[in-house]
């Protein structure tokens, strides 16, 4: 561990005991029959899951941390499988949904996938096709979750940098010398060198290499950077 009580950028331990936390399976749809269906289905091949009537329903539950799949019928009256896909997008939590429908059409489809549906399937489907669906969702979940929470893990360290820290480890990043970068921030080396231990300490890491990793994990995640203050030494 990092002084301070950060977690090391070492492996990202608390990202990976949630991402791979047991998966739930949830299964939305108006209709009884089909919801208990289902149910009995996943439970034949031992998936965790909880069934909702509505999409209003499931979206006042409580977050589940591991990977998750969400089975939902496209048609239901309130909330809709495309605005329940509207509201889990800004949630950004990384739910994978699976759309079903009796009445599908190819702009649906499209529609589902350009969303980031993991399938979309029309009834009557075979239930060696929905399970396989399943399988690959769960999957698409756990590594969606990892590397979201990798990512804000990775933000929180950078957080604790100075503006002027992270501005050093920046240049540090692409590789130029120590002297180029006092030359381009206008600081002595030796301001330049005690910045990039003191970042290295509070990071936990002893190499550029960890350092493009850890920035790199916010990049993929569209986090922001902590800005440098003009006066910093």
């Known amino acids: 561990m990092v002084k301070g009580g950060m977690g090391r950028w070492n492996g990202q331990p608390r990202s990976r005991r949630i991402a791979e936390a047991k998966p739930m399976v949830f299964v939305i749809d108006d209709d009884q029959s089909v ?14 899951n909880e069934v909702f009537a509505s999409g209003l329903d499931f979206l006042a539950r409580a977050e589940h941390l591991g990977p998750v799949c969400v ?39 499209v529609r ?9 399937l029309a009834k009557p489907f075979s239930p060696d096709e929905l399970l396989q669906s399943v399988k690959c969702a769960v999957a698409r979940s756990a590594e969606r979750k990892r590397t979201t929470l ?3 893990e990775a933000q929180q360290l950078l957080n604790s940098l100075t503006p ?17 970068i ?8 030796r301001t330049v060198k005690e910045h990039r231990m003191l970042a290295m300490q509070k990071l936990g890491i002893t ?12 990049e993929r995640c569209g986090l922001c950077p902590p800005a440098c203050g003009p006066d910093e030494n």
């Open 150 to 152: 990798e990512g804000k």
């Open 71 to 109: 089975i939902v019928d496209v048609r239901m009256p309130g909330l809709d499988g495309f605005e329940l896909q509207q509201a889990l997008i800004l949630r950004g939590s990384g739910e994978q949904l699976i759309f079903l429908t009796g009445h599908g059409d190819v702009t649906q489809c």
């Open 35 to 48: 919801r208990n269906g289902l149910a009995r289905l996943l439970r034949s091949v031992n998936y965790d």
């Open 112 to 120: 589902a996938l350009k969303g980031g549906a993991a399938d979309f």
């Open 207 to 218: 190499s550029v290499v960890e350092l493009g990793d850890l920035i790199a994990k916010t």
């Open 182 to 189: 006092a030359f381009r921030l206008g600081i002595s080396l």
């Open 164 to 180: 002027r820290q992270f501005q050093v480890m920046q240049l540090v990043a692409t590789g130029i010398l120590s002297k180029q």
